[in-house]
């Protein structure tokens, strides 16, 4: 361990040693700025921009450009970065993460990198832990930037799509991280390319670092909705249902369980809902509804596929006749199918788009952050995200006084303890921050010191806001606060009159967080700028850390334990064993963290192929894609194709009415039969299905001039990707769900799930090419009639 830290400071050191000399050369600046005036240091800012345009690289010009910085900020808000900050900005305009102790000033620091890069005018992004943080940098920090004549925005939720395109258009973009991600998400979901907002992501810094990209990276960003699908329509639907008749309304395939409608069917359905054509894109839900109803109908059968239990559907497995509680049909099925049994309309929840924090920051063309506490997570910030921890040292000496835990056998003890402490330090005057780890303990805390006469404040905010002006006044002489070990982060305590010369603010931690890095933050928030200050630990045996732990390794600890009189555990060595638990939670963390990344790390890949395909649509001409549509349903027909003619089954057994089948629907004209198929080898078969392609393809291209054909199609595409990727994340989930069972079977988990999610991929793709081309051509054929002969 002493190693680890001696090799942690050293390299620090060294970077340290490296980027003073920078400093020194940012300092040399200071005094010729001095003396320019408002507009001349304004100027600097176009000859900085000319200056990359003519070759200069963000290196060439960063100590200069630094310079402005500083010396605008003494202007605009009185304020002068120090050489610390000055060291911190270098680290983040190198990719890096500058680990700065708390009240260094670091919202400071990124006003030097962020208007560096800004220069490029690329888009950077300034992320914080809070709205009310983004908000608060924005209005202050954003004064520099706009003095230099940069342009600052504002992202926050509250935003519309209009108001977020000009947020993320300005030079500098202050937001929070969750926000970023999911205008991401939602970008990938637009029907027109001009609705996105975000441009390519290039450079973020990210303010408390560990918190955004360590601690809240267990849970992936989803945007899910209700499915659409309304519980009338599906009843309604159901009763139509009840009165077609096959042959006339519909025809079933038996080779290939596929049920389609006939024209009488689309008739109904139109007269039903007094709609012109039921393949129009704008009833594509509508359509869905009753393709989904009809096989609920025709396909799905009672005591086969699923049976009625507790006026619910239960699915069965086919291979084991078991049924298969807890697992629902997907796409509004399930939904279709209660309404044809008249049971009740169980609503859906539909995954529509989904990443994790760590895949949507890695996508960043530069990242860096800053925080107080990253070094515990050194190695996980290395290897997860290519970022390297340089530890800044402070401005001023740190004065702060950070005594030994106090670990007590029970509560009880504990609490006492924590009484006296802060009685004791009551008496003096000086203030007393009370750092706890829920609401609920921070209450029963509240009734004891009720209890013994001392006035206090509990910091149980509604808003962030609230907390930053309640969390300000913790360092007033006598003030007694009780606060949650997060709240107010970001926001310094400024010692009140007096206090220095008491000691300062003294910390008394309640509890051991699970994370070691946490206990640093609540330490941190006393001795600020060389300020006196003083923090202690006081726990129990029967806090949640510990009551949490393993069982037999807690019963070990237990049989050695020896106290005082009054309940503190004096050996063996606390400090030793609340390490070693700690060290334990966040190591299962870590693995969370790590099994969470490794299984979407495929599907990250996975979104990025169905993300590319939506843009090239979004961006193309109307003409353009017909010919999409052509290679679509090329692709789809040549997997029909291996899907029949499978070359490990004689070739007379091949089934080739199911070709014939599912080609039949796609093909105009179609001039084969399943006769002239029969006994053919796979490659006699494409080439005789290829020269149907090619009197289709002509056929399809010769409509690419129909503007209004084209904005169908193009809708056409969108709807039918859309529905099939939000049908495949279901899946993935299911498997993601039960993935941890392989282990038992002596499987690679990860591997296991690789392969599946592979081929559930290249189902999905042949389920777009197979959904465009089969609706799509139905949609022609309603509209157009092509003679045999036209080709």
Request: overall charge negative; proline content about 2%.
């Amino acid at each position: 361990m002493l190693t680890k830290v001696k090799m942690l400071f050293s390299d620090s050191s060294r970077e340290i040693k490296r980027l003073s000399k920078l400093v020194q050369k940012i300092n040399e600046f200071e005094k010729e700025f001095v003396s320019l005036s408002d507009e001349e240091l304004r100027n600097k800012t176009h000859l900085f921009i000319e200056d990359l345009q003519n070759g200069k690289t963000l290196d060439d010009i960063k100590t200069e450009a630094f310079a402005v910085v500083r010396e605008a900020s003494k202007r605009v808000l009185g304020m002068r970065h120090f050489d610390v900050q000055l060291l911190g900005g270098l680290v983040l305009h190198e990719g890096n993460i500058a680990e700065m102790q708390t009240g260094e000033g670091k919202t400071l620091v990124a006003t030097l990198p962020s208007y560096l890069h800004a220069l490029e005018n690329k888009g950077v992004h300034v992320i914080t832990a809070n709205e009310y943080l983004a908000r608060r940098d924005y209005e202050k920090m954003g004064k520099i930037h706009e003095f230099l004549g940069l342009k600052v925005g504002l992202n926050i939720s509250q935003i519309p799509p209009s108001g977020k395109k000009e947020a993320y258009a300005a030079h500098i973009t202050y937001g929070t991280g969750n926000e970023f991600g999911f205008d991401y998400l939602r970008d990938n979901m637009v029907h027109d390319f001009s609705q996105k907002v975000q441009r390519p992501l290039n450079y973020a810094i990210v303010d408390e670092i560990d918190s955004i990209l360590i601690d809240e990276a267990r849970t992936p960003l989803i945007i899910a909705n209700k499915s659409s699908h309304g519980a009338e329509l599906f009843y309604i639907s159901a009763e139509i249902m009840r009165g077609f008749k096959a042959d006339v309304d519909y025809e079933l395939f038996s080779e290939t369980k596929q049920v389609y409608l006939k024209d009488e069917g689309a008739n109904k359905i139109e007269r039903a809902f007094g709609i012109d054509n039921l393949y129009d894109a704008e009833h594509q839900d509508l359509l869905h509804n009753i393709t989904q109803s009809l096989k609920a109908f025709v396909v799905m059968k009672n005591d086969v596929d699923y049976i009625v239990k507790d006026k619910k559907i239960v699915l069965i497995d086919k291979f084991t006749g078991r049924i298969m509680e807890g697992r629902s049909f997907s796409e509004g099925l399930h939904q279709a199918i209660e309404a044809k049994e008249g049971l009740p309309i169980s609503e859906e929840n539909e995954t529509q788009a989904s990443i994790t924090i760590q895949n949507y920051f890695r996508m960043y063309k530069k990242l860096a952050g800053m925080t107080g506490s990253a070094t515990p997570s050194k190695e996980e910030f290395r290897d997860t995200y290519d970022l390297n921890v340089v530890s800044i040292p402070p401005n001023k000496t740190v004065q702060r006084i950070d005594q030994d835990e106090l670990f007590y056998i029970n509560k009880e003890a504990k609490i006492n303890r924590i009484l006296e402490e802060v009685e004791s330090m009551h008496k003096m005057g000086r203030p007393v921050l009370i750092g706890t780890t829920s609401i609920e303990q921070s209450e029963t805390l509240s009734g004891y010191l009720k209890k013994r006469g001392i006035k206090h404040e509990i910091l149980n905010a509604k808003t962030e806001e609230d907390e930053a002006n309640i969390i300000i006044r913790a360092g007033q002489k006598g003030k007694v606060m009780l606060a949650t070990n997060m709240a107010g982060r970001g926001t310094d305590i400024t010692l009140g009159e007096g206090v220095k010369e008491l000691g300062g603010l003294h910390i008394i931690g309640t509890e051991r967080h699970e994370s070691f890095r946490i206990d640093m933050q609540l330490r941190g928030r006393a001795g600020r700028q060389g300020d006196p200050g003083s923090t202690i630990f006081i726990i129990s045996k029967e806090d949640d850390l510990f009551i949490h732990y393993d069982k037999d390794e807690m019963e070990k600890y237990e049989k050695k334990i020896k106290t005082d009189e009054t309940g503190l555990i004096t050996s063996p060595d606390p400090s030793k064993f609340v390490f070693k638990v700690q060290e334990t939670v966040e190591y299962a963390h870590h693995s969370s963290r790590s099994h969470l990344l490794k299984l979407d790390n495929v599907l990250d890949s996975q979104s990025k192929v169905i993300y590319s395909m939506r843009d090239r649509l979004l961006k193309a001409e109307m003409s353009e894609t017909f010919p999409e549509l052509a290679d679509y349903i090329k692709n789809y027909t040549l997997k029909v194709i291996e899907k029949y003619c499978i070359e490990t089954i004689p070739t007379g057994e091949w089934n080739t009415k199911g070709l014939f089948e599912e080609l039949g629907f796609v093909f105009i004209n179609f001039t084969l039969t399943p006769e002239i198929l029969e006994d053919k080898s796979r490659e006699e078969i494409t080439e005789l299905v290829l020269r149907d392609y090619e009197k289709l393809e002509k056929q399809i291209l010769s409509l690419q001039n129909d503007e209004e054909l084209g904005k169908q199609l193009k809708m056409f595409m969108l709807q039918v990707i859309d529905t099939n990727w939000i049908q495949h994340l279901d899946l993935m989930t299911q498997i993601k769900d039960g993935i941890h069972l392989r282990g038992y079977g002596q499987e690679d988990p990860y591997r296991t799930f690789e392969k599946e999610a592979v081929g559930e991929f290249d189902q999905l793709l042949f389920e777009i090419q197979s959904g465009v081309s089969v609706r799509f051509i139905e949609y022609i054929k309603s509209q157009y009639q092509f003679e045999p002969d036209t080709f």
